[in-house]
């Protein structure tokens, strides 16, 4: 679902660059940018609190459409992309991380969508590059969902961030991301604006998300299986009957994160019984992978 960029329709897009000693692949995040064919955007670099030379390489690039703001301490990640929001003036918001980057006309296929004005968010699939192999894959070979998709979301989440063009009012409407969130905050807020907007998705990846052993969500099972917990108790999803309904999903995302740390734990026992009990699905597979085969073995099948 791709619509031709051919309008007068022209609102200023302001790109999130949220950054943290992200000084070595910054470089080229910031070329895709400047690289667009859609030219009606400002970048708001959020520095925050970088001791490298991330503010060094930023300066290098003399465009009055990137533009510079210091965090004046170091917080988490969610409260620093509602603060770089804070400072942006776009009617639309795009995010991206410093080790990710775009295809050239990324933003040119997708803000046509926006003269829908029920339209809260357009995003694409995506290749994820590995760093230490330098290979490429498809991010969802399944065709990704458009319409009012929270069912679909909860089921099988299939949104990642960089990809994401967004409405500022849809995002003022959920009074931006949870900043109590380290990993899921990015999942919290799109779930909560599938309640009132309708998503468009552009099948053709648009991004390509970095891979490599730095990476913060491949440290952080442990938190992100806490941050889960938290969500299926949080005010703003359970007494949603919208949302309510669906919490099984995530409750099945919960005991499947469990297991992965069993086995990690070598709690071998404990890790079957929940294996024996999950629901028939690609997850189960996977899980049945990590216990029998070496993980060397894994890692090389997912390229890392």
């Known amino acids: 679902m791709v619509a031709l960029n ?3 329709y022209k ?3 302001s790109i999130i660059v949220n950054c943290f000693n992200g000084e070595k692949y910054l470089k080229e995040s910031l070329l895709s940018i400047l690289k667009q064919t859609y030219s009606n955007w400002e970048v708001i670099f959020w520095d925050n609190q970088s001791s490298d030379n991330s503010k060094k390489i930023f300066s290098e690039f003399k465009d009055k459409r990137f533009k510079y703001f210091i965090s004046e301490k170091h917080t988490p990640l969610y409260e620093a992309r509602n603060n770089a929001i804070q400072n ?3 009617e639309l918001i795009a995010f991206l991380d410093t080790d990710d980057w775009w295809k050239e006309d990324k933003l040119e296929k997708q803000v046509s969508f926006f ?10 699939n995506c290749l994820i590059f590995f760093e230490k192999s330098k290979k490429t ?4 070979k399944k065709i990704l969902s458009s319409g009012y998709i929270t069912k679909d979301l909860f089921k099988d989440y299939k949104v990642s961030i960089m990809t994401v063009l967004l409405r500022r009012i849809a995002y003022d409407s959920a009074s931006g991301f949870n900043s109590k969130y380290n990993i899921i905050g990015d999942f919290d807020l799109i779930i909560r604006l599938s309640n009132n907007w309708k998503f468009v998705s552009i099948q053709e990846p648009l991004a390509y998300y970095r891979i490599h052993n730095d990476n913060f969500s491949l440290k952080n099972e442990i938190i992100e299986l806490e941050e889960f917990e938290n969500l299926i108790e949080d005010s703003k999803i359970i007494s ?12 099945q995302r919960i005991i499947f994160l469990k297991t992965v740390k069993y086995i990690n734990d070598g709690k071998f026992m404990k890790a079957i019984k929940n294996i024996i009990y999950f629901p028939i699905n690609f997850n189960k597979i996977k899980l049945i992978m990590y216990i ?3 993980k060397k073995l894994i890692k090389k099948m997912q390229g890392l």
């Open 6 to 8: 051919n309008s007068v």
């Open 11 to 13: 609102p200023l897009i």
């Open 88 to 90: 942006s003036k776009g």
């Open 115 to 124: 003269e829908d004005n029920k339209v809260g968010i357009v995003y694409s």
């Open 137 to 140: 894959k498809i991010f969802s």
């Open 240 to 251: 949603d009957e919208n949302l309510r309904p669906h919490l099984h999903y995530i409750n």
């Open 292 to 294: 029998f085969l070496p």
